[in-house]
């Protein structure tokens, strides 16, 4: 069976590189640097890129800030939107600064700034710095930028692609959090059945925290360097590529799911993953997505605004990517 899946998974490579004209990743990585250097860039093709094959490492800041709507798809507009975003991030840490709310003296001193200048964009920032986290906009914005602020991207790059990838979350994956979670009961349940019924004898299939995975796209339960090619599928335009993390995260850990009694026992095990244990989850996650079609959204997904779009506190900072 692995034979057939590692088969089937290869030709559907093999024919995106076909319609790409690559056959290498040597190729893949040319194709990308060509696609990024268009004017203006094609973003359908560099989402579709996104979907199919691995993003290298040393192209994911650009990209993502492309996918996300903070630079520009004009190149010659790159410099001066930059400059807008880096005035926009400087005034919000300076009114956060002024207040007094937290310093820069430790990591999560800084991590409680971005919070802090993510919920003024929102309108609904509180000078009681304890309840900063009450707002289920801040959760899922701290779980977001403590995994960026972990890459070393500059400041301002962490701060602008935690927000709007925030926001795509908010947008795109929260309204369809109930669909998803029905998709991946399902999806588990026709993977491996006896499974399900164990999670269901131990009282722990309802118990399974899909929510809080989708919620923030794994950033708290998968180490860094696996789940970001999770967030390129959701960046480039698929939240069902989280059915099959989901799915694979219940069924990689199968053998000691198996001998618990306890739902505790089983909820720690999903705390505790290991890197090379990711790696094999964040494979087998996408290669069955791609098997099944590659789907984007549940099909009950409705439309959603733009990410990225203005907000009214500081409307001539934002800049449009489209503008």
Known sequence: ??????????????????????????????????????????????????????????????????????????????????????????????????????????????????????????????????????????????????????????????????RNFTDLIRQRVQPDISSLVDRACLQLDYEDGKLCEHLMKVGAY?????????????????????????WDKVMSGSTMVLVYIAVFTIIINRRPILVMKTTSKILEIFTQIKTDTADEIVRRGIELWQRNGGKLTPSNMRASPAVGTDRSPTPTLFYSLNA
């Open 206 to 230: 309802h118990n399974i925290p899909y929510s809080k995975w989708f919620s923030n796209c794994f950033a708290d339960v998968l180490p860094e360097t696996t789940f970001v090619r999770v």
């Open 1 to 162: 069976m692995s034979g057939s899946h590692t088969d089937s998974s290869q030709n559907f490579r093999s024919n995106y590189y076909h319609k790409l004209g690559s056959t290498s990743a040597v190729d893949e990585k040319k194709n990308l640097k060509k696609l990024l250097s268009a004017t203006p860039l094609d973003l359908k093709k560099l989402r579709q890129y996104c979907q199919y094959l691995h993003l290298p490492s040393e192209f994911r800041c650009e990209l993502w800030k492309i996918l996300l709507e903070i630079s520009p798809i004009y190149q010659l507009t790159v410099k001066y939107v930059a400059e807008q975003r880096l005035e926009h991030f400087q005034k919000l840490e300076h009114v956060v600064k002024l207040l007094r709310l937290s310093s820069m003296d430790n990591a999560t001193d800084s991590l409680n700034i971005y919070v802090a200048m993510y919920l003024i964009e929102n309108r609904v920032f509180s000078f009681n710095s304890e309840s900063l986290f009450t707002h289920d906009e801040a959760k899922i914005f701290y779980d977001v930028i403590t995994a960026v602020h972990r890459m070393d991207f500059i400041p301002c790059d962490t701060y602008w692609l935690s």
